[in-house]
């Protein structure tokens, strides 16, 4: 039974403002495209790209209550940090894999510095997860017409890289 418990110890998201690690290896940026239901060709990774592993130490989960990226952007950086970018979803998903259906704010986490381009409008989107059902779906939202939800904020910025940017 401890293991079980232990297993499950960061199954819930954390409160807003609480401090948490992070351990990210960055996948392809098509992976999250597809898995959204976008269709290859369908849209362009804009970047930045990241390939490797870094450890963030100190990750929050936040509510602005802000709908667009660039709002989002301007309110991590007065908290003095930034926002995690979108190639973390999946080591987030994994870190916490049950969405709470009790939090209305947490319906979506949004991730921002990295940006896709739909070929057919030109319209950018950012990487999210969706609470489903009381599962996470990944995503990709417009980045200027996002709905309410939580950001990743990185208040580290040094983490312990072991990677590179390109």
């Known amino acids: 039974m401890t293991q079980l418990l232990e297993s499950h110890r960061h199954a819930f998201l954390p409160k807003i403002g609480e401090e948490f690690q992070l351990d990210v290896i960055y996948r392809e940026p098509a992976v ?12 362009a990774f804009i970047g930045p790209y990241f390939e490797g592993r870094s450890i963030y130490t100190n990750v929050t989960l936040q509510y602005f209550g802000v709908t667009n990226l660039a709002q989002a952007q301007v309110e991590a ?61 990944p995503g990709l939202s417009w980045s200027v017409a996002a ?18 940017f390109l």
């Open 77 to 137: 950086k007065k908290l003095g940090g930034r926002l995690l970018e979108g190639q973390a979803w999946e080591s987030f998903q994994k870190r916490f894999p049950v969405p709470d259906n009790n939090r209305p704010e947490a319906k979506f986490v949004f991730f921002g510095t990295s940006e896709w381009e739909m070929s057919h409008n030109g319209v950018r989107r950012i990487a999210c997860l969706c609470n489903k059902d009381g599962t996470w779906k």
């Open 147 to 164: 709905e309410n939800g939580l950001w990743l904020v990185v208040k580290d910025e040094r983490p312990r890289y072991r990677g590179r």
């Open 32 to 43: 999250l495209a597809e898995l959204a239901g976008i269709n290859k060709g369908e849209c």
